[in-house]
């Protein structure tokens, strides 16, 4: 799976496709749960984005913040471990991008996508 370098050149096919076999890629191995407790995270960041109509220095050091959170659950549970890296790879491509603010919009669609994807591919309940 290739993710890109910049999050921000990625058009909606794209995003679909990555999201569609990530979330099939997680789906045998990581739990629901686990998968949300990391969207949670990611839906507070896009709430603050919407609200604030802006992207804030808060909202930036949330997302480099979810790295080490991602590391943490990749080191606890190895079956975790493939999405953290993963996931850490995504949040360097927003990190570095020029456009940060379409970057930071796409990787919020990509990680819905892969919630709704892990779920429709059986994610595991337990």
């Known amino acids: 799976m290739d993710i890109p370098k910049d999050l921000a050149e990625l058009e909606p096919e794209v995003i ?6 990530m979330g099939r890629k997680y789906a ?6 686990q998968v949300r407790n990391v969207f ?3 839906n507070r960041m896009r709430t603050r984005l919407r ?11 949330d997302l480099v913040m979810l790295k080490p959170r991602l590391a943490y ?28 603010e379409k970057a930071l919009r796409n990787f919020f669609d990509l ?11 059986g994610g595991k309940d337990n």
Do not use: C, W
């Open 28 to 33: 045998g191995s990581v739990k629901t749960a």
């Open 51 to 61: 609200r604030n109509r802006s992207v804030s220095p808060e909202i930036k050091r």
């Open 73 to 100: 659950a990749g080191g606890r549970q190895e079956k975790v471990l493939p999405m953290s890296k993963d996931l850490m790879q995504v949040v360097d491509a927003v990190l570095k991008s020029q456009n940060f």
């Open 111 to 121: 990680v819905e996508g892969i919630v709704a994807y892990h779920k429709f591919y």
């Open 16 to 21: 679909d496709r990555l999201a569609h076999d």
């Open 40 to 42: 949670a995270h990611i």
